[in-house]
């Protein structure tokens, strides 16, 4: 069936994304990195079709970079650029925050049966970020930092605004891992906040999930500034 090929294809095309996505947050790809689309299929044994598609799924994501001369990279984040994702991730939560403390009706109550439920699988994210983050185990950090603030943005109930704040998120890593990969041990660096923040938004209190998120954006951009540094 004509069908088939489709699906195969694009399971194939956001199999090889998430492969390079997680090359990427791994640091195994480092920063200004180029490749084409040839040596990636190559590399995966498929043909250029899904590869090219992956390729510029993750220039969307500004995971890489297209050039039309020199194929695909790896960004080259600037420590500015990680200041202004930071400002970015700030007002889209700040906004956010503003519309639950308004009554916004895409928040549901917290009582209500589904609303709690979801709450609670996105505190157990929250408690996994935490024992990767104590553990000083990046790479399981980030999977689970990913899934907990694509989960608790699903709870708003905007999509829009949710993939908005992934790709923020997303870019925000990539960024950081250039800095943090560089570092041994990484344990009590990792902010670890993350269930403080469901408990907040539980409890409609606005003004200390501002605060947490504040702690952790500051947390987070004085280690990535004192890293670059040197």
């Keep these: 069936m004509p069908g088939n090929g ?19 947050l791994a640091g195994r ?3 200004g990195r180029a490749f084409t689309v040839k040596e990636i299929a190559e590399q995966y044994g498929v043909s250029a ?8 799924d993750l220039s969307a994501q500004g ?8 194929g695909f990279s790896v960004p080259e984040y600037s420590l500015d650029d990680y200041r202004g994702m930071i400002e970015a991730r700030c007002l889209v939560t700040d906004g956010i925050f503003h519309a639950l403390g308004a009554g916004h009706p895409a928040f549901k109550d917290p009582d209500d049966p589904r609303t709690a439920a979801a709450l609670a699988t996105v505190r157990r994210r929250g408690d996994e ?3 990767a983050a104590a553990a000083g185990d ?12 694509r989960e608790l943005s699903a709870v708003f109930g ?5 993939d908005f704040l992934h790709r923020l998120r997303v870019q925000s890593w990539v960024c950081a891992v250039q800095h943090l990969r560089r570092l041994p041990d990484l344990r009590g660096l990792l902010w ?39």
């Design 6 to 24: 489709t699906v195969t294809r694009s399971t194939l095309r956001q199999q090889i994304a998430d492969a390079l996505r997680d090359e990427v």
């Design 29 to 31: 790809l480092q920063p």
């Design 49 to 56: 079709t899904p590869v090219r598609e992956a390729l510029v």
């Design 63 to 70: 995971i890489l970079e297209a050039d039309q001369h020199r």
């Design 129 to 131: 970020a935490q024992r």
């Design 138 to 149: 990046l790479t399981i950090l980030i999977g689970y930092d990913l899934r907990f603030w």
């Design 158 to 162: 905007n999509p829009y605004l949710g």
């Design 192 to 230: 670890a906040g993350h269930t403080r923040l469901v408990d907040a938004l539980t409890q409609r209190d606005i003004e200390a999930a501002r605060a947490v998120v504040a702690e952790y954006n500051a947390q987070n951009l004085a280690l990535i500034e004192r890293l670059a540094a040197g």
